[in-house]
């Protein structure tokens, strides 16, 4: 057993995106329809009594509902007993609905029409199963340490494209009256020893970094948060009134509620007076150890917390909960309904646009009609995991799709790139061979002769209570697993037309494969679930060239990462130096950079142009969810020209990257603050449009506590990847 109407309202509406629109996440304003929830939250607060708010903020305990959280009804208001469940890429312990890809793999596509038709369509399935807080989506862990088991449940590792992400999947997933829940909140990068290590993090890297995407999720009016297990410079974070009340209820003025990871509440009273609004599950994992609940009844009778802290928690709770409407005709929970519809096309689309092509040398990618294919590795046949055999996917032995922990679901299909490729060769006619053991033995005589071998590898990683394969969540190191590097080696001894496909949870040291003679192609298919065979096949047979760009480096060395799981407290020292900051602002070489794709195509750029508004100083106006309102404001416009001059359609990811005037603190050479995708027919031009607000110009300023934009020259850096920058301009603040 593991540990562990509706529409959002008019305000915050879902805009359909049209294509190539510019990224921005909608102006989700949001106070409006959260003053309407609170008056209905307050009304129904003032009927009930002490026991019924205790009733509220309180998990009936571990195991005793039908949902991984539950809390008791309140008939007097016709509120129901609330089910709360994982998680980030569909519903834990369903039968009937579907595997969504991990976010990572979302992240990939850089699509946010994909990423939104991700998130309705997971609301979608959540409301016609009855539960209302669906526990995702996540921007802690942000990834800042490569093997950090969990790194692939969130979106990449960098905080404005994870906050983008989290915008767009949480509007979507409340559109469908479900509750969404930002997690894990904050600074939980690491599995090892996660429940009682403190990650000590200084204010400035706190905003720019990690509150950053949560900040997001506050924005786009998310209905609750969920308190994470570590220490924040020694406070749990549960008990933080730094993190909870300042942080996130003052600062970001987040109106809905703050749930603890399940068990990582440590007190009655402090939790309650540090802003926490709802424990979880209620007990501990044996069943005892009840924190709230009768506790919390004694500490509100005796003064130890204020009958104004327990209503304004039964308040947020409330609020929330009307906020998406569910006041009014919610389904009942029953796990077990078929409710997959039409999803898979999302899967199946979010699949094959976040691979990602690393190395296509002389083109052997797209693959024409070859005589005989050979397929490789346990990685291309279904095992355990594809055929939900191991608890919580806890294994990793044959097709890959998700990583393991409360972040994974079961699959309602799987189709293993093996049987894909062979259906897909049988049109044309090519005759498939199949080692599907990732045992070198045998292996020569089966891709011998073969126009192309296709070596299948992967990496697992996952949440911290289950081990696999020796790998505790994180991973212990950056290679493949099952010695994928010998075995990439023995097929290209015997075939000089090797094609690499790798499927992982996080980046790995690709530096023997690729210096092995007669690998001619590799593709990052990352994490794609329950469609894994059919994407590939997608890309690797080119009905649509590859467009997904990396959402972390890849290294040519582990070490030069800067950063590895810390067996002790974490005092973040490197800053604001995550990922590819890191890299740049040390000057070292990556082997692959944040944001790099190859395409069957080729993409120009061209004809910059920039207005600009902005203006330094600080942020100073009054705060929504989110913040100060005037960060949200857009002070500046660029537009790029983009040519597909290639034979074949394709789609581009084109790239802002911004470097602040030297009156700012360093924060590296350059950081994304924009991206648009363009999909282009062979000759035809798009305009990449940037928004930039307020805040993709600021820091945060430590002795002012105040987010501001600096005086000076900014510098604005457009292209295919942190690294391939086409076009330079520049704004004078
Ligand atoms: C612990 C995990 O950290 C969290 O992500 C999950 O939602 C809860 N368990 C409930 O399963």
């Not at 009855?130 to 950090?148: N, Q, R, W």
């Not at 204010?203 to 990690?210: A, F, L, S, V």
């Not at 294994?395 to 259906?423: H, K, Q, T």
């Amino acid at each position: 057993m593991g540990i562990f109407g509706l529409a959002l309202l008019a305000a915050a509406a879902i805009a359909r995106a049209a294509p190539n629109c510019p990224v921005v996440p909608r102006q989700a304003s949001g106070t409006a329809a959260w003053d309407t929830a609170y008056a209905s939250a307050r009304a129904a607060v003032a009927r009930l009594s002490q026991q019924d708010k205790i009733n509220i903020v309180t998990g009936i305990g571990w195991e005793r509902g039908p949902c991984v959280g539950n809390t008791a009804p309140v008939n007097s208001i016709g509120y129901p007993q609330l089910c709360l469940q994982d998680g980030p890429l569909g519903i834990r312990f369903a039968t009937g609905t579907t595997a969504f890809t991990p976010g990572v793999q979302a992240a990939s596509t850089w699509d946010v029409d994909l990423i939104r038709q991700r998130g309705e369509y997971l609301g979608a399935e959540a409301r016609a199963v009855g539960v209302h807080v669906l526990l995702g989506p996540v921007a802690g862990a942000l990834g800042k340490i490569p093997h950090g088991g969990r790194n692939w449940e969130g979106f990449g590792s960098d905080p404005y494209l994870a906050g983008i992400c989290m915008a767009e999947t949480i509007e979507a997933i409340q559109s469908q009256g479900v509750q969404a829940c930002a997690k894990h909140y904050i600074v939980n990068e690491q599995e090892w020893m996660r429940e009682t290590m403190s990650s000590n993090v200084d204010d400035r890297t706190m905003h720019e970094i990690y509150l950053w995407p949560f900040a997001d999720a506050a924005h786009s009016n998310v209905a609750s948060f969920m308190c994470s297990y570590n220490k924040i410079n020694g406070t749990w974070a549960c008990e933080s009134d730094s993190v909870q009340n300042k942080l996130l209820k003052q600062e970001l003025g987040f109106r809905g509620y703050i749930m603890s990871d399940w068990n990582a509440q440590h007190t009655t009273v402090g939790s309650a007076n540090s802003g926490m609004d709802m424990t979880m599950p209620g007990t501990d994992f044996s069943g005892g150890n009840v924190l709230w609940g009768p506790q919390l009844n004694n500490a509100v009778n005796s003064g130890q917390v204020s009958r104004a802290r327990l209503d304004d928690m039964a308040t947020r709770i409330l609020a929330a909960w009307y906020l998406v409407g569910q006041d009014k005709g919610y389904p009942q929970v029953n796990l077990r309904l078929n409710v997959q519809g039409n999803h898979k096309e999302n899967v199946r689309a979010v699949a094959r646009d976040g691979i990602v092509l690393l190395r296509n040398e002389g083109n052997i990618l797209p693959l024409g009609r070859p005589s005989r294919i050979a397929v490789v590795g346990s990685g291309a046949v279904i095992g355990r995991h594809a055929q939900n055999g191991c608890q919580d996917k806890g294994c990793n032995d044959g097709a890959l799709g998700m990583g393991w922990g409360s972040g994974s679901v079961n699959y309602p299909y799987f189709v293993a790139p093996y049987d894909a490729i062979r259906e897909r060769a049988s049109r044309d006619g090519t005759q498939v061979s199949l080692h599907s053991s990732d045992n070198t033995n045998g292996v020569q005589n089966v891709v011998q002769g073969a126009d192309v071998a296709i070596v299948f590898i992967t990496a697992d990683s996952g949440e911290g209570y289950i081990t696999v394969e020796g790998h505790p969540g994180d991973r212990n190191h950056l290679d493949p697993w099952h010695n994928g590097n010998q075995l990439v080696q023995a097929v290209a001894a015997a075939n000089k037309n090797t094609i690499v496909v790798v499927h992982s949870t996080g980046p790995i040291i690709l530096e023997t494969i690729l210096n092995t003679p007669g690998v001619r192609a590799v593709v990052w298919a990352g994490l794609p679930s329950q469609e894994n065979g059919n994407a590939i096949v997608d890309i690797l047979y080119g009905s649509t060239s590859p467009s997904g760009k990396l959402v972390y480096t890849i290294a040519k060395r582990p070490e030069d990462y800067g950063v590895s799981i810390v067996r002790g407290d974490d005092n973040f020292r490197e800053g604001v130096f995550v990922d590819y900051r890191w890299f740049d602002q040390n000057n070292i070489e990556p082997r692959f950079e944040f944001g790099f794709g190859l395409s069957y195509t080729n993409f120009s750029y061209s004809g910059l142009s920039i207005t600009s508004n902005a203006r330094a100083g600080p942020a100073t106006g009054p705060t929504i969810p989110g913040g100060p309102a005037d960060l949200w404001e857009t002070v500046a416009t660029v537009t790029a020209q983009i040519t597909n001059t290639g034979g074949v359609a394709g789609a581009e990811v084109a790239q802002l990257y911004l470097t602040l005037p030297p009156t700012a603190p360093p924060a590296g050479p350059r950081q994304l603050r924009g991206f648009t995708k363009l999909k282009l027919q062979p000759g035809q031009t798009g305009t990449a449009t940037f928004k930039l607000r307020k805040r993709d110009l600021s820091y945060w300023d430590v002795g002012r506590q105040q987010w501001v934009v600096p005086s000076g020259r900014f510098t604005i850096s457009v292209g295919a990847s942190s690294r391939d920058i086409r076009l330079t301009g520049s704004i004078d603040v």
